[in-house]
């Protein structure tokens, strides 16, 4: 079993940037693939961004492309976001597989509660 913990969300003004951290506790993070994903109120899950579990394969949504970076260490998986806006507004989850990434949340068997993300215009 793995318990999923996101940090790093907040309140920052469009354009602004934040970084956010996705640890494990029971297993190491090294041997799952990650994915970030968000929901926004009223709005269904949508996929952000995954990366594998080497760190050399990533993936994005064409509407954080550009402006948001995936990457991982051997202990915790990040999501960098610049230019950040308002539409960017959501709670966001990391999530793990032992698969390959996938912008599929039925693909991933773990999931992290969630961090909110909220950015004034």
């Known amino acids: 079993q793995v318990q999923l913990v996101e940090s790093g969300g907040g309140l920052v003004q469009a354009g602004g940037s934040l970084r956010l951290s996705c640890a494990a506790s029971g297993r190491t993070l090294s041997t799952y693939a990650v994915g970030w994903f968000r929901q926004a109120p009223g709005k269904e899950r949508e996929f952000v961004a995954a990366?594998?579990?080497?760190?050399?394969a990533t993936y994005y949504a064409d509407s954080v492309k550009g402006r948001f970076t995936v990457y991982r260490d051997n202990a915790k998986a990040y999501l960098q976001m610049n230019s950040l806006k308002p539409e960017d507004t959501a709670v966001y989850y990391c999530?793990?597989?032992?698969?390959?990434?996938?912008?599929?949340?039925?693909?991933?068997?773990?999931w992290g509660h969630g961090t909110q993300v909220t950015v004034s215009s």
């Open positions: 990366v594998s579990r080497s760190g050399s």
């Open positions: 999530s793990a597989n032992r698969g390959s990434p996938t912008g599929r949340a039925q693909a991933y068997d773990y």
